[in-house]
C-alpha cells in the first residue's frame, strides 16, 4: 500500500479573499474549486508544479472557510504562534524579491543555515511560514 499526505487544511474567512491572496500573491496554482453546497466550496491550491526536478511541490492547501466562532478565531494560530507551513524553493533570492515586492510581510531578514537559507514570513491571514532552499544533501 502507498500513502501520501495529499492536503492540508488552511483555514480563511472568505475563500476568494483567499484564493486571490495565495494565487496572485504568492504564485500558487489553484487546483480545484468546486462548489459543495451555497455556501461550502472544496478550494484547493499548490505552489507551483514547475520545480526542478527532485523538488517535492508537496501537498495541496485546502482553504477552509471557518463557519464557526471557533474556527473563526482559529485563523492565523492553528499551529500556536508556531512556524506552520514550510515553503520550499530552488530559488530563494528571486522568491524573497518578488515577494517583497508583492507586500508579503517578512518576520526577519534571511538567514543562512546548516541546512539553508530561511525567512519567516506571515501570510494575509496571520499564519507563519519559513521561505526555505535547502542545501543538496550529499
Not at 487546483?31 to 523538488?55: F, Q, Y
Request: glycine letters at 8%; zero cysteines.
Amino acid at each position: 500500500m502507498t500513502q501520501s499526505l495529499s492536503a492540508v487544511t488552511l483555514l480563511v474567512p472568505d475563500y476568494d479573499q483567499a484564493i486571490d491572496y495565495y494565487v496572485s500573491v504568492l504564485g500558487f496554482n489553484l487546483v480545484e474549486d468546486t462548489a459543495l453546497s451555497l455556501t461550502k466550496r472544496w478550494v484547493v491550491v499548490s505552489p507551483s508544479v514547475n520545480a526542478e526536478p527532485g523538488l517535492n511541490a508537496g501537498p495541496g492547501l485546502m482553504l477552509a472557510k471557518a463557519d464557526t466562532d471557533a474556527q473563526t478565531n482559529a485563523i492565523g494560530h492553528q499551529a500556536g504562534d508556531r512556524i506552520f507551513l514550510f515553503l520550499g524553493t530552488d530559488d530563494f533570492a528571486t522568491d524573497h524579491a518578488r515577494y517583497v515586492e508583492a507586500g508579503v510581510e517578512f518576520l526577519e531578514e534571511p538567514r543562512h543555515e546548516a541546512y539553508g537559507i530561511v525567512a519567516v514570513f506571515r501570510d494575509a491571514f496571520g499564519n507563519k511560514w519559513d521561505l526555505i532552499e535547502r542545501k543538496p544533501t550529499t
